[in-house]
């Protein structure tokens, strides 16, 4: 498979329509088409459902999709990054779950993007596993993660000084609301929901250890838009500390006791060699934790 039809089948998937990705891309419609024809050839497969107005991708033509994507950018990352090995420039991806030690992290890429203008930034959101699963695939730079997830000999980690407190957030209607903090057995009677992450930590396994006990009724990945539900009833939203703002709002944040405390870890690979803008990117972060910034 050629890049360059890589970069036309992504075309067509954006655009679903192959007369238009063929005007994005300045090139005639007959030309893209048997592009596309060769390239299913080629691959022994079918990629899409040809409709009268708007194609629609099969199942192997999603595959291909998230694959093409990853092998895109991370041909971009590389070209970026090599054209000027003595500067800094290029891109910087860096990967991490809604934590509070991100301000730490766009603290130190707000001050490269304001001296280093050529370079560009991307942030991934994701759990652990799915950070680690990247680094090793060479399309992260840097990954922030939590919990007390134990990495493997692939990576080289550095201990943020921020720590994630749970707790509950509760409408202020809710029973629980006038409560100081909120205990395991408190949970038992109200529907709860969190993070897939969290459920799964041994973190919290060890502070509620029958799960199976719990009325979970919803999981995500990123919470903002979870606090209109809680808002609307009985639930209760777990969480870390910090990470919605509830000031102007009709919640409010209540600890867990025992207290449950995940740290945070920023890791990186240690197979390959880091470009200037992450190695600069390295020295920043640790200069800010020597200088307690």
Not at 128 to 136: D, H, P, R, V, Y
Not at 200 to 222: C, G, H, M
Request: charged share 20%; aromatic share 8%; glycine share 4%.
């Amino acid at each position: 498979m050629e890049l360059r039809v890589l970069r036309y089948f992504l075309a067509v998937c954006e655009a679903k329509n192959i007369s238009k990705a063929a005007e994005a891309l300045h090139i005639s419609q007959p030309s893209l088409s048997r592009q596309l024809k060769n390239l299913e050839a080629e691959l022994g497969v079918t990629l899409f459902y040809r409709g009268h107005q708007e194609i629609t991708l099969t199942q192997e033509g999603y595959y291909l999709q998230e694959h093409a994507e990853e092998i895109i950018s991370l041909t971009n990352k590389t070209q970026q990054n090599l054209k000027r090995s003595q500067i800094i420039s290029g891109e910087l991806y860096i990967g991490a779950g809604e934590s509070i030690a991100t301000k730490r992290v766009m603290n130190i890429i707000h001050r490269i993007l304001q001296n280093y203008p050529q370079v560009k930034i991307h942030f991934f959101n994701g759990n652990s596993s799915m950070i680690e699963s990247k680094l090793e695939r060479g399309l992260l730079d840097f990954g922030i993660t939590m919990g007390q997830y134990d990495t493997t000999q692939n990576f080289n980690s550095l201990t943020l000084p921020e720590i994630n407190e749970y707790g509950v957030i509760v409408s202020k209607n809710h029973p629980l609301a006038d409560h100081s903090c909120v205990t395991a057995e408190d949970l038992q009677n109200y529907p709860i929901i969190m993070s897939k992450h969290t459920a799964d930590s041994d973190n919290f396994r060890d502070w509620y250890t029958e799960p199976q006990k719990l009325n979970i009724v919803a999981t995500f990945n990123l919470p903002d838009n979870l606090q209109y539900l809680v808002d609307k009833g009985p639930y209760c939203l777990l969480i870390y500390k910090d990470l919605l703002p509830l000031d102007k709002s009709n919640l409010c944040f209540l600890p867990l006791e025992p207290k449950i405390i995940d740290h945070n870890r920023l890791i990186w690979s240690s197979r390959n060699q880091l470009s200037n803008v992450a190695s600069l990117f390295l020295k920043l972060i640790r200069d800010s934790i020597k200088s307690k910034n």
